[in-house]
């Protein structure tokens, strides 16, 4: 004998229940998204009744969301801008310097007690590192250039060991960088900036003439690619000779190097400065609880110190946004206020139709809320105006972030919502027969 499916209490099969279910959840969904919609166009009829009002009460919003994304822009350009142009020496590259980062003048003065760090450093460094991929030197000093009448001053002529142009990321545009034998012999050549083709050499093939930087003259051997500016001074006005010229014509005791080491990657940067921080004390005789008296640095430490001046901007700026978010949120709310006071009769009107107090409190709050939104799109064409005026005008790198432009709608909208609140409720509080007896 067969058996008989099995049937539900009601005698329905379990799968009609289920569909009616669906249905049930689906008729539903549509009623609420209906009631949303036409929620939706009722605040945007309402706002669009009393344009200069509604545009008036939105300053606050506007120059709060305005203020915001164009500080989150200058900060997000800046450290863009910082990363690419100031903090970036190389990959995994990291540096054995005599001062590193100072901050205080307190720091400057502790800072020139501190020995030299000399080439004699630089190699027992290259001797003895065994994480190192490459180790690499340079001094540098300030000097004027000139090639026939012309000159060029603060020009930052360098000398520097041959594998400098690899560790620093040096691209040749022209010629060759400087060799290890130009450095045994001593030979005087130079690897210069591009600054310096355009001022000595606009329209001549540079390599073969020669430049001179005070009392020497040097044959240029290349031309580097442009590097381009940083914070408004000039990353490509240099001239680099072998570190061996420099020592017999520049080197002064007053003079430092500075020892540049990359690292094989980057999970080896970590254990790199550790190797050269433990050679160097042990160089210097230092006991274990003493400070270092050199400084190391690696683009990390110098992001780690732009951080934290970043951080106390974005602290002023989020103080200021919260000023302009306080107050528009106030007016937002007196402007919703006397809006229930001018339609206590359309109120009325809708509760007669059959309308409940939760379409009312969704009408004024949607309208709160999307009266805020639209100082929020409006404060965010403003911060893109601003930030297009200052990259073309002052050519100033800035650079809008999507984040920037999601956190302020969230956070406009959430200030309509927060100060429509109390409107609405009052809104819906009223009186049906109390509202439709209201002059209208």
Same mark, same amino acid.
Request: charged residues 20%; proline residues 4%.
């Given at each position: ?259 540049? =080491? ?33 400084? =190391? ?144």
């Amino acid at each position: 004998m067969g058996v008989a499916p099995m049937e539900g209490l009601s005698g329905a099969p379990p799968l009609a229940g289920t569909v009616e279910v669906s249905l049930s959840r689906f008729t539903r969904f549509k009623r609420a998204w209906v009631t949303f919609f036409e929620t939706f166009k009722l605040s945007l009829d309402a706002l669009r009744a009393h344009k200069l009002r509604s545009f008036l009460t939105l300053l606050g919003v506007i120059l709060a969301v305005t203020t915001l994304v164009s500080v989150m822009s200058v900060i997000a350009g800046l450290n863009m801008y910082v990363a690419t142009r100031v903090a970036d020496m190389g990959a995994n590259v990291f540096v054995v310097d005599r001062f590193g980062i100072i901050t205080s003048r307190d720091m400057f003065l502790k800072a020139q007690k501190r020995p030299m760090v000399t080439m004699e450093d630089y190699k027992r460094m290259r001797e003895s590192m065994k994480l190192a991929r490459a180790v690499a030197a340079e001094e540098d000093r300030n000097a004027q250039t000139r090639s026939g009448d012309a000159i060029m001053e603060n020009t930052d002529v360098m000398g520097a060991t041959p594998n400098f142009g690899d560790v620093r990321n040096l691209n040749v545009a022209q010629g060759r960088f400087i060799t290890q034998a130009d450095d045994e012999h001593h030979s005087d050549v130079v690897f210069i900036g591009p600054d310096l083709v355009q001022k000595f050499f606009p329209n001549t093939d540079p390599i073969g003439k020669t430049i001179r930087a005070e009392n020497h003259t040097y044959l240029v051997i290349g031309v580097a690619e442009p590097i381009g500016s940083a914070f408004g001074q000039s990353q490509d006005n240099y001239m680099i000779m072998p570190i061996g010229t420099f020592l017999k014509s520049w080197h002064r005791p007053i003079d430092w190097a500075t020892i540049f =080491i990359e690292a094989p990657n980057a999970e080896l940067m970590s254990a790199s400065e550790d190797e050269a921080r433990m050679l160097m004390r042990a160089w210097r005789h230092l006991p274990y609880d003493a400070p270092d008296n050199f400084a =190391i640095l690696g683009s990390d430490s110098i992001m780690a110190l732009w951080n934290d001046l970043t951080k106390n901007l974005a602290f002023v700026a989020m103080a200021l946004v919260s000023v302009f978010l306080v107050v528009g949120g106030i007016v937002i709310m007196n402007i919703m206020l006397a809006s229930v006071t001018e339609r206590t009769r359309e109120i009325g009107l809708r509760r007669s139709l059959g309308a409940r107090k939760k379409h009312i409190l969704m009408q004024f709050l949607t309208e709160s809320a999307v009266l805020a939104a639209s100082g929020g799109l409006i404060g965010i064409l403003c911060a893109y105006l601003v930030v297009y005026l200052a990259k073309t005008l002052i050519s100033m790198p800035m650079e809008t972030p999507i984040s920037a432009v999601v956190l302020s709608l969230v956070i406009s909208t959430g200030v309509g919502l927060f100060f429509g609140i109390f409107p609405a409720m009052r809104a819906a509080k009223l009186d049906p027969i109390e509202a439709l007896r209201a002059d209208g």
